[in-house]
């Protein structure tokens, strides 16, 4: 027997991991939600579903031991069809997501209103977790440094009281209408009556999109959604000034003294 004294060499044991530790951490660096369902009972996390479905495929030979292995040990007594059934229904981008390494990228969501005669932008909303863009409509006329006639949206924003709102401030509004409109005095006006050749002047607002994604990338690189919201709003600032200074840059034309 040897004994160790003063500063011997010691050697931990390192933690094993448990099949529902590892079923987590596989599911949260996928970047996956806890729950699917947006409205109901949200009693059981995806993530412990996908916990039942590893011990399916590498110990459990069937469903029914490995619903009796999260009864046993997570305490999380269903039946088996149930697990079963709750794994089919999960979309194939799932399983996509799982699978795939690397770090998993989170769309900023931005809604954005342009002059589409000077071709600048006027004011924008910024938000790290997508929404409802109808909802920021008020809030980018309040913000907008001149006057609005007149709006242009797309499909996104068909909506009665968005129109009736617009209506009521003075301002037109042109949005296309989903398939089978049946409801809304403003909305079958649009259907009926609708102003194609105005409306292909919204092609500007995706082209001036592309091209601050051109010139400053694709990608944000900031975190936190302050500084994601500072960033996208120095593209658009930075984008204005250089479209001022080009406006007003004179170029040397044939025969003139230089």
């Known amino acids: 027997m040897r004994l160790l004294r003063g500063?011997?060499?010691t050697?931990?044991?390192?933690?094993?991991?448990?099949q529902k530790d590892k079923a987590k951490r596989l599911w949260k660096a996928a970047?996956?939600?806890?729950?699917?369902?947006?409205?109901?009972?949200?009693?059981t996390p995806a993530?412990?579903?996908?916990?039942?479905?590893?011990?399916?495929?590498?110990?459990?030979p069937s469903w029914r031991r490995a619903a009796n292995f999260m009864a046993n040990y997570h305490e999380d007594s269903r039946h088996w069809t149930t697990w079963q059934k709750a794994i089919s229904?999960?979309?194939?981008?799932v399983w996509d997501r799982i699978d795939r390494g690397g770090e998993i990228s989170r769309p900023v969501q931005g809604v954005i209103m342009i002059d589409v005669i000077k071709r600048k932008f006027l004011s924008w909303r910024i938000r790290a977790k997508a929404r409802g863009e109808k909802c920021d409509v008020p809030?980018?006329?309040r913000k907008s440094p001149?006057?609005?006639?007149?709006?242009?949206?797309d499909k996104g924003f068909d909506s009665n009281p968005l129109h009736s709102f617009l209506r009521e401030k003075g301002i037109w509004s042109i949005a296309p209408v989903r398939k089978g409109c049946k409801r809304g005095r403003y909305r079958k006006e649009l259907r009926d009556f609708f102003d194609w050749g105005l409306y292909r002047q919204r092609n500007i607002v995706e082209s001036l999109i592309s091209a601050v994604k051109r010139l400053f990338g694709s990608h944000v690189r900031a975190?936190?959604?302050?500084?994601?919201?500072a960033e996208l709003s120095s593209r658009f600032i930075a984008y204005n000034i250089g479209a001022l200074l080009r406006l007003l840059s004179t170029k040397p034309t044939i025969g003139e003294n230089l």
């Open 7 to 9: 500063g011997g060499d």
């Open 11 to 18: 050697h931990h044991m390192k933690k094993k991991e448990t």
């Open 31 to 43: 970047g996956l939600p806890d729950f699917f369902n947006r409205k109901g009972p949200k009693n």
């Open 47 to 60: 993530w412990l579903t996908y916990a039942c479905h590893l011990e399916y495929t590498a110990h459990a």
């Open 89 to 93: 229904k999960w979309p194939c981008w």
């Open 139 to 141: 809030y980018l006329l």
């Open 146 to 153: 001149c006057k609005v006639e007149g709006v242009l949206l």
């Open 223 to 229: 975190r936190s959604a302050r500084m994601q919201r």
